[in-house]
């Protein structure tokens, strides 16, 4: 018997699940809010980015690399570190640093704060029943909501960041982590410093890093790891909730069919028309 097709996106939701498309796979999905807020700690944008709130995390990770480099923050914390404390305050600059806190606390704030309404959002489109269109085909690329390996991204992003993000489907963000992962370790001299390091000439690393840039990458690199592992994991929740409904719906509407079809009243009538037929 053939089937009636029954297409996920026929209905826009109110509060939709997620959203494929040329730049990637974003999700509703419900993140932990302190996990969320400590990720805007290490670094100003992160935490949105874990959301999936790429653009205001984008504005604020251009934000904290801009006030942090006028400010030479990083370069006083380094100098901290060492217990040069009279170097790291004459190295701040006190006019940018004190524009980088209000934003820096906001941040914090504003990531805890979305991850409790997106968790809310979440909710609301699970009973909702929200449909997700399950692939996008544009002129540009083909993108699928499919099954992946988790350590494969995180794998990726070890190796270089970024590369998880590709692997995972978000696009620009991939894109996004990758070219800021090569400007900043060219701007830190990063390569030859491990060059450096791998050779045992420890001193000779120390000398040419350029540490006010050099401390922002264990921050970049944990968290391109992080978000790539995470991302693959919550894309693969969306495939699960994506098939569990299609196939249900379709179910659904087979067996409204079915019973439809059982409970009509079918007349067979035969009218005899050859030329020979007689009273």
Same mark, same amino acid.
């Given at each position: 018997?053939?089937?009636?097709?029954? *297409?996920? +996106?026929?209905?826009?939701?109110?509060?939709?699940?997620?959203?494929i498309s040329v730049f990637g796979i974003n999700s509703v999905y419900p993140r932990t809010p302190w996990v969320t807020a400590w990720w805007s700690v290490a670094f100003p944008g992160f935490g949105h980015m874990f959301l999936g709130k790429y653009l205001l995390g984008f504005v604020?990770?251009?934000?904290? =690399?801009?006030?942090?480099?006028?400010?030479?923050?990083?370069?006083?914390?380094? =100098?901290?570190?060492?217990?040069?404390?009279?170097? +790291?305050? +004459? *190295?701040?600059n006190q006019d940018w640093a004190l524009l980088y806190v209000a934003v820096y606390v906001y941040s914090i704030w504003d990531s805890y704060r979305c991850a409790v309404e997106i968790k809310k959002s979440h909710a609301l489109s699970e009973i909702e029943d929200a449909p997700v269109t399950p692939s996008d085909v544009s002129f540009f690329d083909v993108v699928t909501l499919d099954k992946k390996?988790? &350590?494969?991204?995180?794998?990726?992003?070890?190796?270089?960041?970024?590369?998880? *993000?590709?692997?995972?489907?978000?696009?620009?963000v991939g894109?996004?982590?990758?070219? &800021?992962?090569?400007?900043?370790c060219y701007k830190a001299v990063a390569v030859r410093s491990w060059l450096y390091s791998f050779l045992g000439d420890f001193r000779g690393a120390t000398a040419i890093a350029d540490w006010q840039w050099f401390l922002f990458l264990p921050s970049m690199y944990g968290f391109a790891i992080y978000q790539a592992y995470t991302a693959v994991i919550e894309n693969n929740t969306l495939f699960d909730i994506e098939q569990i409904r299609y196939l249900r719906v379709r179910a659904e509407n087979l067996g409204q069919r079915i019973a439809t079809e059982n409970e009509t009243v079918q007349i067979l009538a035969a009218f005899e028309h050859s030329p020979l037929w007689r009273w």
């Open positions: 018997m053939p089937h009636q097709k029954f *297409q996920s +996106a026929n209905i826009k939701p109110r509060y939709p699940k997620g959203k604020l990770i251009i934000w904290e =690399l801009v006030v942090n480099n006028q400010s030479n923050l990083n370069m006083g914390i380094a =100098l901290s570190f060492l217990g040069r404390f009279e170097e +790291a305050k +004459a *190295q701040i390996n988790p &350590w494969t991204g995180l794998v990726w992003s070890v190796l270089c960041p970024g590369l998880g *993000q590709l692997y995972g489907g978000t696009t620009i894109t996004f982590i990758l070219a &800021w992962w090569i400007v900043v």
